[in-house]
C-alpha cells in the first residue's frame, strides 16, 4: 500500500495542474476551463505512470501534431494514447543506418526507390469506376484524378512502373527514363513474363501505362505551429503534379513500342523535383517477390519509411484503410493484412511489425536496405 501510495504521488493525477498548464501552452487558452478540467479525466488511464515534464512535452506536441481537432479532450486522448509508448521506447540509433546513405559497390542493381508520397498514399488495389480518390492521415492528404475518360490505374503493375521509373531517375539523375528497346524489354524489366495474347502481360502494361499518362496527383500538407504570441497556426501546402511531362503522349511512346525503337518517357519537372528530393529505397527482389499482391507491396513500402526510426508507430486499422483508400468494412480487411504481412515477413524477417487489436503497431524496426 506505501509503494502504491507513493506511486500515485507522483504519477500523472496528482500533477493534473502541471498537465493542464502545459496542455493550454500547446493549443491555447480559448476554450473554457470546464473543458480543460474535463479532459484531464482522462489521464485516469494512465494514472500510475510517473509524470516526466519532458515526456510530456513530447507527447502533447506529437498529438497535437497528429489530430485536426484541436480540443482538450481529443488531444488529451491522442496523448493518452502516446505517453505510455514513451516509456518502452528504447534506443535504437545504432540498429537503424540512413536508408540513403552511399550504397555499397555491387549493390546498386539490387535498389529500387519509391516516392515518400506513394508509400504513404497507395493508388487503389482493385480495378475501381471513381475517377477521384482521396488518401488521408492527419495533416496529410493526397487526391488521385483521372483525366478525360481514362480511369484510375489499379493493381500491382502501375506500382512496378512508377518503382522503376522512380530508379532510373534517382540512380542515374535524369528525368528522361529509358523503357527499353521493345515492349518485351520493358515489360521484363518490370518483373513480369512478357504475353503477346490479348489481355496477356503486355495489354495489361500499356493499359496501365496509358492510365499513369492521365492521373494528376494533388499532395496537401498541413503543418502546425506557434506564433511568437504562443497562438497556434496551420500553414497549409498543396503540391499538384503530374507523372509524365504533359508535352509527351502515351500515344507517341506506344507508337514507339510498336516500331521497336528505343523508346523513352520524361518525368514532369515536379515530380521530378520531388522524387529525387524523397526517395525511399527498397530491395527489389522483394519488391519482385510480392508483385502479386499490390496489399503487400504498399505494406513493404509503408512500413519501410515508418521504420527508419526508433518510434513506436501505432495506427488502428481504419485509419490505415483511410491512408490506403480502402474502402470495405474492417472485420474484411484485416484478415487480408495480417495475410500480406505475413507474406512480406517471409521475404524480411526482421519486420517488426504486429496486428492486434484492430491495430497495426510498427515496433522500431531496422530498414532492409542499409
Not at 502545459?22 to 487558452?29: A, D
Not at 488495389?125 to 480518390?133: G, H
Not at 526508433?310 to 486499422?317: D, H, V
Request: charge should be positive; include cysteine.
Amino acid at each position: 500500500m506505501e509503494n502504491e501510495n507513493k506511486l500515485l504521488a507522483s504519477g500523472m493525477l496528482s500533477h493534473k495542474e502541471e498537465y493542464l498548464k502545459t496542455l493550454k501552452t500547446y493549443i491555447g487558452s480559448q476554450f473554457n476551463d470546464g473543458s480543460y478540467h474535463g479532459a484531464a479525466l482522462a489521464l485516469l488511464s494512465i494514472k500510475h505512470l510517473k509524470y516526466d515534464q519532458i515526456k510530456v512535452n513530447e507527447a502533447l506536441k506529437r498529438a497535437v501534431e497528429q489530430t485536426t481537432n484541436i480540443e482538450p479532450k481529443t488531444i488529451t486522448n491522442k496523448f493518452v494514447a502516446i505517453y505510455p509508448l514513451l516509456e518502452i521506447e528504447d534506443d535504437y540509433e545504432a540498429q537503424i543506418e540512413s536508408a540513403l546513405k552511399e550504397l555499397e559497390a555491387g549493390s546498386e542493381n539490387k535498389i529500387w526507390y519509391q516516392y515518400s508520397t506513394f508509400c504513404a498514399h497507395t493508388l487503389p488495389l482493385s480495378k475501381t469506376d471513381e475517377k477521384e480518390i482521396s488518401t488521408e492521415y492527419p495533416n496529410n492528404k493526397l487526391t488521385i484524378s483521372a483525366i478525360g475518360n481514362q480511369s484510375l490505374p489499379y493493381g500491382g503493375i502501375p506500382r512496378l512502373i512508377i518503382l522503376y521509373i522512380n530508379t532510373i531517375a534517382v540512380k542515374y539523375g535524369t528525368d528522361k527514363i529509358k523503357l527499353g528497346k521493345n515492349l518485351k524489354e520493358f515489360v521484363e524489366a518490370l518483373g513480369y513474363r512478357a504475353s503477346y495474347i490479348e489481355g496477356g502481360t503486355n495489354e495489361q502494361v500499356l493499359n496501365q501505362l496509358d492510365r499513369l499518362f492521365k492521373t494528376e496527383f494533388s499532395h496537401e500538407t498541413s503543418k502546425k505551429t506557434f506564433n511568437e504570441s504562443g497562438q497556434l497556426e496551420i500553414n497549409t501546402k498543396q503540391v499538384t503534379f503530374k507523372i509524365f511531362d504533359e508535352k509527351e503522349s502515351f500515344e507517341t511512346l506506344k507508337g514507339g513500342f510498336t516500331e521497336k525503337t528505343e523508346v523513352f518517357v520524361r518525368l514532369s519537372n515536379t515530380y521530378y523535383k520531388e522524387i529525387k528530393a524523397h526517395p525511399v529505397p527498397l530491395s527489389l527482389e522483394t519488391i519482385k517477390k510480392l508483385k502479386k499482391s499490390p496489399l503487400a507491396l504498399d505494406l513493404y513500402a509503408f512500413i519501410s519509411y515508418r521504420a527508419n526510426t526508433r518510434k513506436i508507430i501505432p495506427i488502428k486499422l481504419e485509419d490505415l484503410m483511410k491512408q490506403f483508400g480502402i474502402k470495405e468494412e474492417l472485420w474484411r480487411f484485416r484478415p487480408k493484412a495480417e495475410k500480406a504481412l505475413d507474406s512480406l515477413k517471409k521475404f524480411w524477417p526482421e519486420c517488426n511489425v504486429v496486428i492486434k487489436k484492430q491495430a497495426m503497431i510498427i515496433l522500431p524496426t531496422k530498414t532492409q536496405i542499409v
